[in-house]
């Protein structure tokens, strides 16, 4: 069986260079195009946020689709530094691929002084797209440097690509806006006569559209600064962006994804033939099942083969981006990604007659479902009918409408749960006939659950010694137990003692043990060192928290532009017990904390009762996006679980020491 290695960041570096710097321009003092002098005297007297670092001065692209699903594009862009931060938008980058051909590419520098500088060859490098242990692709990005940028530089491209399409369609996305202030951009899309284009729009109220003779245009600008933000959204959420699709109506075969359904098709038919199982393979099956009689637990069986005897290594060139390796192929090499491991499972499911089907799903992606299109998901899952599987009746959310969804890339998930990051996304479990967009249920925050304990005596220097607890229940504890179990303990001991730093700076860990069950993972230890105190008179401050947060830095008054996100739905309950010293008690009868809002809930009391100081602390974060006009219930929530993280309470000795 062949194998695929990739050794090095940049593809045939030498010979692929050589011929790439034919298309640049031989240098010499021809000086920037009008193009770019009518940019930059457009942008004269537009009013730019002096926190801006730099300004899209154009942000041009052509693109002609062509009737084989290819296309030409052809892209105009400049950008002004404003600032010493924003040097970094001098460079320009272009991914190419075998499809993807870069035919052309000049690029200017005006300097201030009006001096003007011609793109160089010793400018211009092509690496490797995604060179990581377990993932190899064929895509290249052409990247441009320039050195010594200095403010008010202003730096401008012309390029063209030449794409063809190996599907005989057109997919593409094209970014109008992320951060930056933008003066001016525009996108023309033409298609061929008959053809039909689908669009997926992102925030583009600022901009106008319209059709001129076939061509599709977007255009706009001045588009306003758009701060990076605490607590805001990954930027691919909230960019101002485009996503293409086009196809002929009525062709058969290829990317022509007119609905849902023939997005499905299409997959299947990638799937079909690499996932037959031949003669070899359906006996190593029948001998990992051979002493296993129910179809759910061979199921079990082959789901847990899969995961742990396949190594997880994408080789994704060429055709190998969308289409599978053959089942034997995997089941020999004993590696595969996500779509081969899915095939080989598929393949020993069909040798014990378990039906099942392949499954589009996105990762950390957003999945339009008024755009039909595979290409929009980036991951391969399974489902299996349960009604193949006599007696099923485990409780899941991975089991919906009747199909069981499972992910065997990830080492930590068993059958009946998924990984996190599935839950609450869009999959398309795909069919020769009626495939189905649908959307996994999402996690509430009793899915992720934390409990915490502590019960610690307190000396009168500061030293402390007592037991902790710590719980992880439901959608977290696989993955939580899994790292844990390929830890080393002593590795997991440094990374409490450093987590735990801010609350014990000299602290010793104990008796540590680790353990878990179906649906919980837990860790127990014993502690000792010491803890500030800081005094004044016969006053003593003491933190009471003794828990480690990652809590988020305080969100600042004023306007809001982005929505504001917080992460996962979680709930965290703690229970913190104070031994304290003889004759010392609580000082200060504050209120308990209480919060309510649509971010979540907080609450916090704290008793004191014959030298015992007990804090009850419980805060929920329900994972929900606040829009920027419900911006203060944010603040107010980040205000109130920094206190309760930092809570800080006032003892008194009574004179006692």
């Known amino acids: 069986m062949p194998k695929y290695r990739r050794t090095t960041g940049l593809r045939g570096p030498v010979a ?12 010499g003092v021809a000086g920037a195009p009008g193009w770019v002098k009518a940019a930059i005297a457009a942008a004269e007297g537009i009013e730019v946020d002096p926190e801006a670092p730099a300004l899209i001065l154009l942000n041009n692209t052509d693109i002609e689709i062509k009737a084989d699903g290819g296309a030409r594009t052809k892209s105009l862009r400049a950008v002004k530094i404003l600032s010493p931060s924003g040097v970094a938008e001098s460079k320009l980058v272009v991914q190419i691929s075998d499809y993807t051909r870069l035919v052309s590419l000049k690029g200017y520098r005006i300097r201030p002084d009006g001096s003007e500088e011609n793109l160089k060859k010793e400018y211009v490098v092509v690496v490797g797209l995604q060179e990581s242990a377990g993932y190899h692709d064929d895509l290249r990005r052409t990247v441009v440097v320039w050195p010594d940028v ?19 369609g057109f997919f593409q996305s094209f970014l109008f806006q992320r951060g930056l202030p933008v003066a001016r951009t525009r996108l023309t899309v033409s298609v061929p006569a008959g053809w039909e284009l689908h669009t997926s729009q992102q925030a583009l109220d600022p901009l106008t559209q319209r059709v001129e003779m076939g061509t599709h245009i977007w255009e706009g600008g001045p588009l306003a600064y758009r701060p990076e933000e605490p607590c805001m959204p990954p930027w691919k959420y909230v960019d101002r962006r ?14 022509h994804f007119a609905d849902w359904g023939a997005c499905g098709r299409w997959t299947m038919h990638l799937h079909r033939e690499p996932s037959i199982c031949d003669s070899a393979l359906r006996t190593a099956t029948n001998e990992i099942i051979a002493e296993i009689d129910t179809p759910t637990e061979r199921l079990r069986a ?13 080789v994704e060139i060429g055709d190998n981006r969308f289409t599978p390796r053959f089942a034997h192929e995997t089941f020999e090499n004993r590696y595969g990604d996500c779509k081969d491991k899915v095939t080989l499972m598929r393949a020993m499911l069909e040798a014990v007659e378990i039906p099942s089907r392949p499954v589009l799903a996105s990762i950390g992606g957003w999945v339009d479902r008024d755009f039909p299109t595979p290409f929009q998901f980036n991951h391969v899952i399974v ?24 992910d065997p890339t990830d080492p930590a998930i068993a059958l009946g749960d998924l990984p996190t990051a599935l839950y609450g996304s869009h999959v398309l479990r795909s069919s020769d006939s009626a495939s189905e967009l649908l959307t ?44 844990r179990a390929t830890t080393p303990v ?18 010793t860990i104990s008796d540590y043990a680790a353990d878990s069950d179906g649906d919980s993972a837990w860790i127990t230890l014993r502690v000792s060192g010491t803890v500030p105190l800081v005094h004044a008179g016969d006053m003593i401050l003491l933190r009471a928290n003794v828990f480690e947060t990652d809590i988020w830095d305080d969100l600042p008054r004023g306007r809001r532009v982005h929505p504001v996100w917080l992460g996962a739905a979680e709930r965290t309950e703690s229970e913190i017990h104070w031994h304290l010293p003889e004759g010392w008690s609580l000082a200060d009868r504050a209120d308990s904390i209480s919060y309510q809002g649509e971010p979540g809930e907080v609450t916090c009391m704290y008793t004191f009762d014959q030298s015992r100081l007990t804090v009850d602390m419980s ?20 205000q109130v679980r920094r206190k309760t993280d930092d809570l800080t309470v006032m003892l008194s000795s009574n004179g006692k020491e």
């Open 242 to 255: 485009i996503l293409l699709s086009c196809y002929k109506p009525g062709s058969v075969g290829g990317s």
């Open 302 to 314: 082959i789901a847990a083969y899969v995961r742990d005897n396949v190594r997880y290594v994408a």
């Open 150 to 168: 200095s403010t008010n530089d202003v730096f401008a491209y012309e390029y063209e690509l030449d794409e063809k399409d190996r599907f005989d």
């Open 440 to 483: 996994l249920p999402g996690l509430s925050p009793d899915d992720r659950f934390r409990s915490c304990f502590a019960s610690l005596v307190l000396d009168r220097d500061g030293s402390i010694s007592g037991d902790l607890r710590i719980t992880d229940r439901g959608a977290r504890a696989a993955g939580i137990a899994y790292n």
């Open 490 to 507: 002593t590795d997991q001991i440094s990374d409490l003692q450093v987590r735990m730093s801010s609350v014990f700076p000299q602290l």
């Open 383 to 406: 489902a299996v009918p349960t009604a193949s599987l006599p007696g099923w009746a485990i409780e899941s959310k991975a089991a919906v409408n009747g199909w069981l969804y499972f």
């Open 16 to 27: 692929f260079l050589a011929a790439f710097f034919i298309l640049l321009p031989a240098g």
């Open 619 to 638: 805060t929920t974060s329900n994972g929900v996006l606040i829009d920027p006009e419900q911006y203060e219930s944010a603040r107010q929530y980040v």
